[in-house]
């Protein structure tokens, strides 16, 4: 994990210099932290971005007592996985790292409200596509049995009329989102946060 340390070292840096305590924590991989308006698209709910590049679910976990423990948010959004697929790992194993996850949650902070972002379709990871489809069933089927678990399925709206992922919502990279991307994440989030939190 000590590839990630000069991430996680920022991160803990920018804690510091928040001026208001974080009651959304947006946490996950680059697609939580290149999320560029993030801040403004969901500044009602004080945010705080905790993404950090290149990140497995299973990095996610190993950090969690690093990056989330110091804070005390109200709710949490999460996004991860999409990695972990890409580095040859299976649903099973995926599956395995979200319950780890969702133990440290539920031990640092109780029933409190949780979202799962599905994994994307992607362009450059589209030969992992059924795997992508069976990691989504076995996360959202877990999230089931906590009462105050959400998954937030964003996966069909990426896709065109041909079932494919839509080209304009990627960059050329074809793995990470353009602004199209998030302007389509977006309201899915919203839709989550307004009907958990009083604003």
Request: aromatic content about 16%; overall charge negative; glycine content about 8%.
């Amino acid at each position: 994990m000590v590839w990630y340390e000069d991430e996680v070292k920022r991160l803990e840096a920018e804690r510091l210099a928040y001026t208001y305590n974080p009651e959304t924590i947006f946490y996950g991989s680059s697609s939580i932290r290149m999320w560029e308006t993030l801040y403004s698209d969901f500044a009602d709910f004080k945010p705080a971005n905790l993404g950090f590049g290149g990140s497995t679910l299973a990095a996610c976990v190993w950090y969690f007592d690093r990056l989330l423990l110091p804070l005390n948010p109200k709710q949490i959004v999460f996004y991860a996985g999409d990695n972990d697929l890409g580095d040859g790992r299976h649903p099973e194993e995926i599956f395995i790292f979200f319950q780890q996850m969702m133990a440290r949650v539920q031990a640092a902070y109780g029933d409190i409200p949780f979202a799962y972002i599905s994994v994307k379709p992607s362009i450059v990871r589209w030969n992992l596509n059924e795997s992508i489809k069976y990691t989504n069933k076995l996360i959202a089927g877990e999230l089931e049995k906590y009462p105050n678990g959400q998954y937030i399925d964003i996966y069909n709206s990426m896709l065109n009329t041909e079932g494919k992922p839509k080209n304009e919502l990627f960059l050329n990279d074809g793995l990470h989102m353009s602004a199209k991307g998030y302007d389509l994440w977006k309201p899915a989030v919203l839709n989550y946060l307004s009907g958990v939190v009083q604003v």
